[in-house]
């Protein structure tokens, strides 16, 4: 099973800042299969990156993803009130299918 | 529009059958995988299993012997079971598609691209 650990666990920020999520893979990963996901609470997770760095639909471009390998970064430009959230990185590599443990971003 | 509308039994009882249902509004329903993952209360995501619509499936060691998840082709529905519960099962249930986008050179993208809203479900001793 592949292990995805995310750091930091908790990331204290403000609106306007600069946020950046790392997410480490116990095992090399292809691209094209690592995934990021925005979670508030009570709803669904919903895709803000795949591919490691293409944005899903809809999503703006203050969303950034980088990496490769095992090591993969997602970068938020300028944080907007509505991006305090949980992000979680996964991977279609090799099933198990697993998620990182999250991200909270919080102001 | 892709849009996934689930539902269920919310409380069960320790040993008894988990049973959700899953509908896909508009979209393709073959050339996709269809996938369940749950959420633990104040805890993260666990990828439960997935099938397609020629029959192939694979599913979460952890929840292996226990799981199921099959396909109503002509309802445009998909269905989780999961046998046996105990409180460990507990957790928001999301039903969700996989999609496999080939660019024509390397290997396809996969990602979940669209969720339903998820199902709740207890299970008591």
């Known amino acids: 099973e592949i292990l995805l650990t995310q750091s930091p666990g908790t990331l204290s920020l403000s609106p306007r800042d600069r946020a950046t999520l790392s997410c480490r893979a116990s095992?090399?990963?292809?691209?094209?299969?690592l995934s990021w996901f925005q979670q508030k609470p009570g709803q669904a997770p919903k895709l803000i990156l795949y591919?490691?760095?293409t944005r899903a639909t809809g999503i703006p471009d203050r969303f950034s993803g980088s990496g490769a390998g095992t090591d993969f970064t997602l970068t938020i430009s300028r944080l907007e009130p509505e991006d305090f959230a949980v992000y979680y990185c996964?991977?279609?590599?090799?099933?198990?299918?697993?998620f990182g443990q999250g991200t909270k971003v919080e102001i | 529009q892709v849009r996934l509308h689930q539902w269920g039994t919310g409380l069960l009882k320790s040993s008894d059958t988990l049973s959700l249902s899953c509908a896909v509004y508009?979209?393709?329903?073959?050339?996709?995988?269809w996938t369940w993952i749950r959420q633990p209360p104040g805890r993260g995501l666990e990828w439960i299993g997935e099938?397609?619509?020629?029959?192939?499936?694979d599913y979460n060691p952890s929840v292996k012997s226990r799981v199921s998840i099959s396909l109503d082709t002509s309802k445009k529905e998909f269905s989780l079971k999961l046998t046996s519960v105990t409180a460990a099962d507990t957790a928001l249930y999301f039903c969700?598609?996989?999609?496999?986008?080939?660019?024509?050179?390397?290997?396809?993208?996969?990602?979940?691209?669209?969720w339903g809203n998820g199902t709740t479900v207890a299970v008591s001793s």
């Open positions: 996964q991977q279609f590599g090799r099933s198990p299918y697993t």
């Open positions: 591919g490691a760095s």
């Open positions: 969700a598609r996989r999609v496999s986008a080939f660019t024509g050179y390397g290997p396809p993208y996969y990602y979940m691209d669209v």
């Open positions: 508009g979209g393709s329903f073959s050339g996709h995988y």
């Open positions: 095992q090399t990963i292809n691209n094209n299969y």
């Open positions: 099938t397609n619509h020629l029959g192939n499936s």
